[in-house]
């Protein structure tokens, strides 16, 4: 979808979690439209070249920012978050069980979270992560 961007990034949300979630009770289900969430490590390199292949800075995404999180840029359906340390916050993502990212952090799940609890419970995740 995006190509070599000549540094590493990672697929994230609701596409990652489908993937990770096909074999669970807690299935992700994902439509045409659902959007592409990608990430990496901020530099300022990144992002100027991220804004010249056509993204723009969403001054809408406050709500989705995290501790973690920099710049929100977007382009079309993809979401692309530049963050102080996007193996730290890989580590995190990749171990979230399918059941609590379903009931907690999904927010297309029957359990509809509030972005500010998402939010709230990434911040938690990232806390623990840090001790």
């Known amino acids: 979808m995006l190509g070599d961007l000549g540094?590493?990034?990672?697929?994230?949300?609701?596409?990652?979690?489908?993937?990770r979630c096909a074999e669970s009770a807690y299935k992700v289900h994902i439509i045409e439209t659902t959007d592409w969430d990608f990430y990496a490590?901020?530099?300022k390199e990144?992002?100027?070249l991220l804004l010249q292949k056509g993204f723009t800075i969403n001054q809408n995404a406050q709500e989705?920012?995290?501790?973690?999180?920099?710049?929100?840029?977007?382009?079309?359906?993809i979401d692309f978050i530049?963050?102080?340390?996007?193996?730290?916050y890989h580590s995190i993502f990749e171990n979230i069980i399918p059941e609590f990212y379903y009931k907690f952090l999904w927010k297309s799940s029957p359990?509809?979270?509030?972005?500010?609890?998402?939010?709230?419970?990434?911040?938690?995740?990232?806390?623990?992560?840090r001790l």
């Open 111 to 129: 359990y509809q979270p509030q972005r500010k609890d998402i939010v709230l419970c990434m911040e938690q995740l990232l806390s623990i992560r």
């Open 41 to 43: 490590t901020w530099a």
């Open 46 to 48: 990144r992002e100027e």
């Open 7 to 19: 540094f590493p990034y990672y697929l994230g949300g609701s596409r990652y979690m489908a993937e």
């Open 82 to 88: 530049l963050r102080m340390n996007a193996e730290f």
């Open 64 to 77: 989705y920012r995290d501790s973690e999180a920099i710049v929100v840029l977007e382009k079309g359906n």
